[in-house]
């Protein structure tokens, strides 16, 4: 049963609904799907499922780009309607020869979309009787051949005369008794009642045969194997790097005891210590504004210029995947598929995962289908342009991201604001903590790091060796202590000393590794944090599809709350080692729909920037 019907405008005007009488929805599947899969670019999607206590519904929808309209469709899962996309269709066709921009209120379309959801739920009948009968008419003729091979067996070898085998008693084939040469007697195929047969296997309709290998699929895997090749080959002729030879150290005959200390500081001092850091390091690149360069711009074209024939080439194949069309009524999806296809291999190439750059494709494909062009308006500047709209959207945080203000926000209320770093081992959480607290330091903030990694050997004397050349305290247990236990006692520790942060330092643990999160979602719903951090590398591809959504999908099942915490922002790390292949932080923020509210790009404490949007979408498409 159909629940609901809505038609609005992209600007969120509703012009008409359909309510079956007596069901009410619970929740709200319709603004979950606008504000998770429309606005976040997922529009490409065959169809949302959304669940809420007591409910499980399916949404569909389509639109009308020229309009700039909207339909969509709710129904019950469990009910799996057939007839839903053919009635949107003929939903979309009617309401938008009636569709007037003045109008706002369209009670004459009722009686319109009663008639066609009665054809679509008749058609969708029809649909199912043939394959009914179908299946019969299928299994009758599986019956009678069986029984004719079975009688050909009985009397293959009884000699038949050739006026009954309707042949001349040659080598030719024999159609009643399937003396055949395998169809090729005299080099020729066998044609008999319309059916083509080649060594013995049929070929209807001149198709391909199944039965044979598929060159194609060769040739793929030959192409896929030779771009493994090259880039195998690629990182093989990469110039090795320089090796750091260690300086010799000179000892004197009778050295004095503060040469032979080569060590940090100690806390005697705590305001010089902090004045020396401070000196040494300068302000942090959070508290800097970034103007966008085209210096790899500028590279790119000086090294273009080194093979112009390349390049040429290159070019001369680019450009004839995007033909300007001279006044084209409307774009179909065989207009955008080149254009598309060029823009999801350049995606690729700057290290977005291809389930991530496909969904994307398809997603501005439906937002452009049927749309007009103007006249002397290339395919590819529009796709450009809707790809480059849509990456602005899915990077662009859909809440606030100053922690300043939420942590005075906190502060007001005499608590301190909580920050639980989190990720897979390896990754850099605690130099890229403390960094965090550097520059939370800066703007006179009082922090705390509470070493909760309990797990890793030397975890806890690598976060003290932090805290003591930044002057600030650490809560620490030592080892083999219980991670959310040890949060707790810090969490509180801090309320009591009067410290505005608290940032808790986690075991790296794989996604897989369930007694690992298990610990991580108890930390997590024991202390309920301000704010999950997820520390990932600006290096992986698909993997950062894999650890994000298991990690949200491990911390969901393993949680003991009705509302599980997820991840809320993202840490990016070795950002400075990735050149143009920032992909990472778009399939990130995709499969998450968390912001990147941090990026590490060195390893000094400065090293530590925001994330500019403008940039990041400027690199993906260049």
């Excluded at 020229?66 to 309607?81: C, D, M, S, T």
């Excluded at 051949?145 to 006026?163: A, D, F, Y």
């Excluded at 309920?528 to 950062?544: C, H, I, Q, R």
Aim: net charge neutral; aromatic share 6%.
């Amino acid at each position: 049963m159909l629940e609901h019907l809505l038609i609005f405008t992209r600007g969120g005007l509703i012009l008409w609904t359909f309510k079956e009488l007596g069901n009410v929805l619970r929740g709200s599947p319709v603004n979950t799907l606008i504000q998770s899969c429309l606005l976040e670019e997922r529009s490409g999607a065959a169809s949302y499922n959304y669940d809420a206590p007591g409910a499980a519904y399916t949404l569909k929808w389509t639109f009308h780009n020229e309009l700039g309209l909207v339909f969509v469709a709710v129904y019950q899962r469990i009910l799996h309607l057939l007839y839903v996309d053919d009635l949107l269709a003929m939903v979309k066709r009617e309401f938008s020869e009636i569709y007037d921009p003045k109008r706002t209120v369209y009670d004459d379309f009722d009686d319109v979309f009663r008639q066609l959801r009665k054809e679509a739920e008749a058609r969708a009948e029809e649909m199912k009787k043939p394959k009914q009968g179908s299946q019969l008419i299928n299994n009758n003729i599986a019956r009678k051949q069986g029984q004719l091979q079975k009688s050909r067996l009985q009397g293959g070898n009884n000699k038949k005369s050739s006026s009954e085998s309707g042949n001349d008693g040659g080598d030719d084939e024999k159609i009643n008794g399937h003396r055949t040469k395998k169809g090729h007697a005299n080099g020729n195929h066998v044609v008999a009642n319309g059916v083509h047969t080649i060594d013995g296997r049929s070929k209807e309709n001149g198709s391909a045969n199944t039965g044979a290998f598929d060159v194609n699929k060769l040739q793929k895997l030959r192409t896929k194997g030779g771009k493994k090749t090259d880039n195998v080959k690629n990182s093989l002729k990469a110039e090795p790097k320089k090796k750091i030879t260690k300086k010799n150290r000179v000892w004197d005959d009778s050295p004095s005891e503060s040469k032979l200390d080569f060590t940090d500081p100690g806390n005697e001092n705590g305001d010089e210590n902090i004045a020396v850091v401070a000196a040494e390091e300068g302000e942090s690149l959070m508290d800097r504004d970034e103007t966008i360069s085209s210096e790899s711009e500028t590279e790119e074209e000086e090294e273009a210029g080194m093979d112009t024939k390349s390049e040429t080439k290159k070019k001369g194949w680019f450009s004839s995947m995007f033909q300007s069309i001279a006044g084209k009524a409307n774009l179909d999806k065989a207009d955008l598929e080149p254009a598309l296809k060029a823009l999801k291999d350049r995606l690729m190439t700057k290290n977005v995962a291809e389930e991530i750059a496909e969904k994307l494709c398809e997603s501005v494909a439906a937002s452009l289908e049927g749309k007009k062009l103007a006249s002397f308006t290339r395919i590819s500047s529009t796709v450009q342009a809707g790809m480059e709209e849509a990456l602005v959207r899915i990077l662009t945080p859909r809440r606030s991201i100053d922690i300043l203000r939420d942590v005075h926000a906190t502060k007001e209320q005499r608590k301190p604001y909580v920050v639980v770093f989190v990720g897979v081992n390896g990754v850099g959480k605690s130099t890229n903590l403390a960094k965090v607290a550097y520059w939370l330091l800066q703007h006179n903030i009082k922090v705390m790091m509470a070493a909760c990694d309990t797990f890793r050997s030397g975890a806890v004397e690598q976060l003290r060796t932090h805290a003591r050349r930044l002057q600030i305290p650490i809560f620490e247990k030592g080892y083999e202590k219980d991670p959310a236990i040890v949060a707790k006692e810090a969490i509180q520790e801090a309320t009591r000393n009067g410290s505005d942060v608290v940032l808790v330092d986690t075991a790296g643990r794989m996604q897989d590794n369930e007694p690992l999160m298990r610990a991580l979602s108890k930390l997590i719903d024991l202390n309920s944090p301000d704010l999950v951090l997820f520390v990932g590398e600006a290096l992986v591809g698909n993997d950062a599809v894999d650890q994000l959504s298991k990690f949200n999908q491990r911390l969901a099942d393993l949680s003991t709350s009705p509302n599980p915490r997820l991840i809320d922002g993202i840490l990016l790390t070795k950002f400075d080692t990735i050149d143009d292949k920032v992909g990472a932080a778009l399939s990130m923020v995709y499969i998450s729909g968390a912001p990147v509210m941090f990026v590490g790009c060195g390893q000094s404490y400065t090293d530590l920037k925001k994330l500019h949007v403008k940039s990041i979408v400027k690199t993906l498409l260049k």
